[in-house]
């Protein structure tokens, strides 16, 4: 079957830095996505990796291994406003995607 | 806002009634999707739409019932819902899949939240 691991939930300090990974099992792969959804609100968008390595887009930075099934999502300088969680999906060779169950974080003074 | 609207935002209804969910997209987009979203659990896809053809139907049981009438507008049509059904309902638009170097992000409206009694 197919399956998208990542933590539950994590906590971080305002003005630190967190990691949150994601690991994948699929039928194939055509690219993972991170998006960002506050409580009762639209996930939103945040990156996309089809090859290895790392994307950064301000304080968000996404890495990919395809070798290895996993992806990493690290958040610099955070702030409250980062207190959201955070969805791991793989798109699959039919490109379906595949979600991640999310990972809660929050942000503390 | 994403350019995907939802309404209702919340929905209390109980196991006879019958109501519908609607989605709104003005992004050009020919492909919509509706999920579920229950606490904890991955985004299950429930229906996906390519230019008005359902084009998947995950195993949703019966009493859902879609509805897409043209590129713009999707519905989701419930009747004789059972309480496991409460969750968060989710309508996303992206470009038609699949393409090939294209990475179809997909656009997600705020969704419904669904409370079955």
């Known amino acids: 079957g197919q399956n998208i691991d990542q933590p539950t939930e994590m906590t971080a300090t305002e003005g630190a830095i967190v990691q949150i990974n994601c690991t994948y099992q699929?039928?194939?792969?055509?690219?993972l996505f991170w998006y960002q959804q506050h409580a009762g609100e639209a996930p939103t968008f945040l990156s996309y990796?089809?090859l290895d390595g790392l994307e950064e887009k301000g304080r968000f930075s996404s890495f990919l291994s395809r070798s290895k099934g996993y992806s990493y999502l690290l958040l610099k300088e955070l702030q409250m406003k980062d207190s959201a969680s955070y969805l791991c999906?793989?798109?699959?060779?039919?490109?379906?995607?595949?979600w991640g169950a999310g990972t809660k974080l929050i942000i503390k003074p | 806002e994403t350019g995907v609207t939802q309404t209702p935002r919340h929905l209390v209804m109980g196991m006879t009634n019958k109501k519908s969910l609607k989605c709104e997209q003005h992004?050009?987009?020919?492909?919509m999707y509706w999920y579920k979203q229950s606490a904890k659990k991955p985004l299950e896809l429930m229906f996906v739409?390519?230019?008005?053809?359902?084009?998947e139907n995950n195993s949703v049981p019966s009493r859902f019932s879609p509805e897409c009438p043209n590129s713009s507008h999707l519905f989701l049509h419930l009747h004789t819902l059972q309480p496991e059904d409460s969750a968060l309902y989710l309508c996303?638009?992206?470009?038609?899949?699949?393409?090939?170097?294209?990475?179809?992000?997909?656009?997600f409206g705020p969704g419904t939240r669904l409370t079955v009694l």
């Open positions: 996303a638009s992206s470009p038609p899949p699949p393409s090939a170097g294209d990475y179809n992000e997909q656009f």
């Open positions: 992004l050009g987009h020919n492909a």
């Open positions: 739409y390519n230019f008005k053809e359902q084009t």
């Open positions: 699929t039928s194939g792969f055509n690219g």
């Open positions: 990796n089809v």
């Open positions: 999906a793989v798109k699959d060779s039919n490109y379906q995607l595949i």
